[in-house]
């Protein structure tokens, strides 16, 4: 893993676990905080599933498909070892799913604690991990999307 990278991921799963352990040391389960009116709060809820609730109760499961798809995408950024931009975001993305890998070997569910919404309309709730994946996930969809340059010879 080159530094970069691992620069990136380290401070991703500080950011992730020191903001998750906040939650926990505040907050009872289903606890909520309004912190902009009804546009935001922060609640602490425990994840069983991934993004939106789906596979609830596969813990395990996601979990060992994590490990695989970490150790891909670390494989994979060997590839790009002068491409700052696709570090940082292979970076965010394996930092986020380290930091909820965590969450679910240690606590078999990953803590979300950030919700938005409008009274009994509300967004699933995420958290720092959730955030960086998505971020990291974007940079590489906007970065391969940009036309080539002359002699550039990225695949």
Request: hydrophobic share 50%; with cysteine.
């Amino acid at each position: 893993m080159s530094p970069y990278l691992g620069i990136v991921v380290a401070v991703v799963l500080v950011l992730d676990q020191a903001t998750k352990w906040l939650i926990r040391a505040n907050f009872h389960p289903y606890e909520t905080r309004q912190i902009l009116g009804d546009v935001f709060h922060l609640t602490f809820y425990q994840n069983t599933g991934m993004a939106f609730g789906l596979l609830e109760g596969y813990s395990g499961v996601i979990a060992v498909f994590s490990v695989f798809a970490i150790g891909f995408l670390i494989y994979f950024s060997r590839r790009f070892r002068k491409e700052k931009i696709i570090l940082a975001s292979l970076g965010l993305v394996i930092g986020g799913a380290l930091g909820n890998l965590v969450d679910r070997i240690v606590l078999t569910g990953v803590v979300d604690f950030l919700d938005f919404g409008f009274g009994k309309y509300r967004w699933p709730a995420f958290n720092v991990a959730d955030i960086c994946i998505s971020v990291g996930i974007g940079l590489l969809v906007l970065y391969s999307a940009r036309p080539p340059e002359p002699g550039d010879d990225r695949p």
